[in-house]
């Protein structure tokens, strides 16, 4: 199993990034997934949350409003579209991913996301 993501980088405060994971080697459609962040010396926590079919999203207090999680089953991909970006949203960003049907968990290895001018 491995999930892959990509889209991070550098950006100005204000800007905007679309990070993508893609999922192989897992029954995608199964799979609730989640984005998940962890700056320097902080916990990790969730950022955004999708159901298997698509129909259900949520989102940290933080970032809603600013970020929009979707999914393309046919492609196994989970994208992060994020706007409005804030120095306080620096952190990597993990993807998570979590068959329903057998509870087993899945972790990218994270992508780097920093805000600053």
């Known amino acids: 199993v491995q999930l892959v993501e990509s889209g991070g980088g550098l950006v100005q405060p204000g800007g905007s990034l679309r990070l993508s994971c893609t999922a192989s080697?897992?029954?995608?459609?199964?799979?609730?997934m989640k984005w998940y962040r962890q700056a320097p010396g902080k916990e990790r926590e969730l950022v955004a949350g999708i159901s298997s079919g698509g129909g259900s999203s949520n989102y940290a207090d933080s970032v809603k409003g600013r970020f929009t999680i979707s999914r393309d089953n046919a492609k196994n991909t989970v994208l992060l579209q994020m706007s409005s970006l804030k120095p306080e949203d620096t952190a990597v960003y993990f993807c998570?991913?979590?068959?329903?049907?057998?509870?087993?968990?899945?972790w990218g290895q994270g992508t780097q996301v920093t805000v600053s001018s």
């Open positions: 080697g897992l029954t995608f459609s199964r799979c609730d």
């Open positions: 998570y991913a979590r068959n329903y049907v057998q509870g087993y968990e899945y």
